[in-house]
């Protein structure tokens, strides 16, 4: 299959890495690559903001950076974000056509069909749950609140993690609250931004896991931030990192478990 790659503004800026990830992860999958030029954000900031109107050249550009991958055989795209695809489904169209622009709204809206994020693209459209990955950790994961709750994504990102050789998977408690980043969220609040945190930082670091995991760059890059200032040891990694290791191939943040002393 000829898949095309939205690596998101926030993975492209912030964590590169992510997206090459996801790319080496669907290449050893069998299916060729595509990363259309001239992608940039999908607008859900803006949206999310109350900026609707600035948001409607955003979705235009956004839809057609993807028409021609379209138009050139690509039958997928797939974003490993489930923030941005939530944005998408439910957003895009959504702005075009509150702005009059009804053509643009029927462009967002297949273009929207055609865009997965990476765990729903694995096993809705793949039928896979065991993608061949290695990584010898005990991984717990936070399931963030646009995946949850309007891709409803459920079990599958669970289903993926179950399958990788030498991962020990722990549950996290109160895996269904926010962390409390939710975008421009945590700059205009601040401070009940970090009492979220802190909070899912606490539930994290109960479960003694070395790493925490999920679906979105941007609320592991909160977690991630608080957990490294608290010197906790544990880091967050992206589930397409954790996904695309292998014993072969590993990815440049894994290192072999540390020997447990009395």
């Given amino acids: 299959m ?25 290449e050893r999958l069998g299916h060729e690559v595509v990363v259309p030029a001239g992608q940039a954000c999908c607008g859900q900031m803006h949206v999310n903001t109350g900026y609707r109107r600035e948001a409607v050249p955003i979705v235009a550009n956004h839809v057609r950076a993807f028409a021609g991958a379209v138009s050139s055989g690509v039958e997928a795209v797939v974003a490993p974000s489930g923030s ?8 895009q169209a959504m702005v075009a056509r509150r702005a ?7 462009e967002a809206e297949a273009l929207a069909a055609r865009t997965y994020e990476l765990s729903q693209f694995l096993v809705d459209v793949l039928g896979v749950t065991d993608v061949g990955a290695y990584y010898p950790h005990r991984v717990t994961y936070h399931p963030t609140c646009h995946s949850l709750r309007l891709l409803q994504v459920g079990d599958r990102p669970l289903r993926l993690l179950r399958a990788v050789r030498g991962l020990e998977l722990v549950e996290l408690p109160g895996a269904e609250s926010c962390c409390g980043f939710g975008g421009t969220f945590a700059v205009k609040n601040a401070d009940t ?4 945190l802190t909070d899912k930082m606490a539930d ?23 957990l490294s200032r608290l010197r906790s040891g544990t880091r967050t990694v992206h589930l397409a990192e954790i996904l695309a290791s292998t014993e072969d191939a590993v990815t440049p943040h894994q290192t072999t478990r ?3 002393t009395a």
């Fill in 258 to 260: 540390p020997a447990v």
């Fill in 84 to 91: 941005c695809v939530a944005s998408i489904h439910h957003q």
């Fill in 100 to 106: 009059g622009d009804e053509a643009l709204a029927e």
């Fill in 2 to 26: 000829k898949v095309a790659l939205f690596a998101t503004c926030l993975v492209d800026t912030m964590a590169p890495q992510v997206a090459r990830a996801t790319a080496a992860l669907l």
């Fill in 204 to 226: 994290v670091l109960s479960t003694h896991a070395e790493v925490c995991t999920a679906g979105d760059a941007s609320c592991l890059m909160h977690i991630g931030g608080g």
């Fill in 193 to 196: 931004s970090t009492a979220m």
